[in-house]
T-cell receptor, first 112, second 117 residues
Framework: GEDVEQSLFLSVREGDSSVINCTYT??????LYWYKQEPGAGLQLLTY?????DMKQDQRLTVLLNKKDKHLSLRIADTQTGDSAIYFC????????????FGSGTRLSIRP | GAVVSQHPSRVICKSGTSVKIECRSL??????MFWYRQFPKQSLMLMAT?????????EQGVEKDKFLINHASLTLSTLTVTSAHPEDSSFYIC?????????????FGQGTRLTVV
């Protein structure tokens, strides 16, 4: 079946790096995504990685993909208070990658 | 990126009435749009896939007669919650794919918070 799992909470100190982990089950995933959701708001696409890549870096964000273990991580360098949000891992599945299945979301909180 | 506009952002309705939520792709054509539902502190659950010019494909457990989806044009899909009840109160989000096939991104609307009283 299709399943995406992530831990529910993460607390980090301001200025440290945050690492949010995700595992998925569908080996046919084509794209894997990280979305950010701030309170009461919709989803913002942060970054995505194609399944034949193992790393993608975009400013403070680094995505690592271990396809063998079906493990995806998002690292946020120099975490700031504005990074407080829920982060959703998602995978696109289906014959034309038409569906996107989301994880439960990880709530990232920043402590001073 | 591309812009997906969802309207309204918030709606309060009485139990038994129907509510329509619109999802528009503003600067691209979307042959496929998706509707998600999010309960408090939970993830998004895919409700249905909306295809322009054809019937929507509903996920298991989603009542098609309760959640009516119409995708009348390449830039507009609507979700109508019929005979709404308090348990339908939720955050509904649409997304639209730009293009077809694997090499496309999905863009999300800002969501609609529905409260049924």
């Amino acid at each position: 079946g299709e399943d995406v799992e992530q831990s529910l909470f993460l607390s980090v100190r301001e200025g440290d790096s945050s690492v949010i982990n995700c595992t998925y089950t569908d080996s046919s995933s084509t794209y894997l995504y990280w979305y950010k959701q701030e309170p009461g708001a919709g989803l913002q696409l942060l970054t995505y990685i194609f399944s034949n890549m193992d790393m993608k870096q975009d400013q403070r964000l680094t995505v690592l993909l271990n396809k063998k273990d079906k493990h995806l991580s998002l690292r946020i360098a120099d975490t700031q208070t504005g990074d407080s949000a829920i982060y959703f891992c998602a995978e696109s599945i289906g014959s034309s990658a038409s569906k996107i299945i989301f994880g439960s979301g990880t709530r990232l909180s920043i402590r001073p | 990126g591309a812009v997906v506009s969802q309207h309204p952002s918030r709606v309060i309705c009485k139990s038994g009435t129907s509510v329509k939520i619109e999802c528009r792709s503003l600067d691209f054509q979307a042959t496929t749009m998706f509707w998600y539902r999010q309960f408090p502190k939970q993830s998004l659950m895919l409700m249905a896939t909306s295809n322009e010019g054809s019937k929507a494909t509903y996920e298991q457990g989603v009542e098609k007669d309760k959640f009516l989806i119409n995708h009348a044009s390449l830039t507009l899909s609507t979700l109508t919650v019929t005979s709404a009840h308090p348990e339908d109160s939720s955050f509904y989000i649409c997304s639209a794919r730009k293009g077809q096939g694997r090499n496309t991104e999905a863009f999300f609307g800002q969501g609609t918070r529905l409260t049924v009283v």
